[in-house]
């Protein structure tokens, strides 16, 4: 291994987020298994997997709204600047601090109601960075902590009323994702039962570091949601007409996929931390950095592999994909 490569590991392992990791204890860290994917070519024709139509879909337990479907607005609800941009963003210095996001997605409905996908850092995490996301993680990644950034503050300079946003869908809560729930306190939140029970009765000891209690201290009205759908080849539950969670494990227990479906745009999945940069499965390499930490963060190795697979398959057969952190997203919205 080259010299440039091994110090390219090790400020990684020690800039990006080894504290968080070692937080984690149990998470599965090593990367003794190169992790080699199936790639598209080696799925195709596994009608297992063929695209859905929203009226295909097995449902699940969740309350079932009807709503139309308007438009999508992107949302990056928090810039993080951890060490590293060749590493992390594939381009740039070495030494250069790498830039990220947490990319949220608010989804319009008809009626003139929204749905918030993720919250990113809110502005509780602003006003107390180290007390909400605790010491590692600020000195770690760098949190931009830009006022303009949280959800409540983006979606009020669009010219909506925050109230109209009455329901949000999580992929799972790491603290960097469930950061602005509490600007959002009247809606109801979405997210798979499996990782709700991680928070309750007790918090697992491992997962300190990555879940923090104090971002869901205010009471969220929880809609746990159990996945007994099977139409997208993965277990599913309805949120409503056009959301729906999909189980993408692997990452940590519970996480999951939102797939939204656009009407004459085909579905967009927001993957969450599936993948830290879906060009991997457009057949492109996530930056080394990007990789290694990929790798530390993910509690089971195998489901984490079996999710990726079935996002070669949605990306080849024309699904849309953006996932939390990469900086740079385009769909059709
Ligand atoms: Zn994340």
Redesign the pocket.
Known sequence: MLAEQCLAIALVAAQVGIAVAAASQGVSGGDEDPDVLPMPQDVHGDTQFRRCRADELAFGSTRRVRVEFMGIHHLNCGTLRPASARLVNGRGGLLERARLACNCLLVEHAAGEYTLIDTGLGTLDLADPVGRLGQEFVRRCGPALDPAEPAVAQVAALGIDPRRVTSIVLTHH?L??AGGLADFPWAEVHLSSAHLSLIAPALDARLAGRLRPQQWRHGPLWRPAQLRGRGLGRPSAQVNDRIHLVALDGHIEGHCGVMITRPGLGPLLHVG?AVYDTRVLRGGRTPLGLAVFERLMRTDRRAWRESRAWLYRQVAEGVDVLC??ERDVSFSH
């Open positions: 790491d960097d994702h931390d939390a952190h």
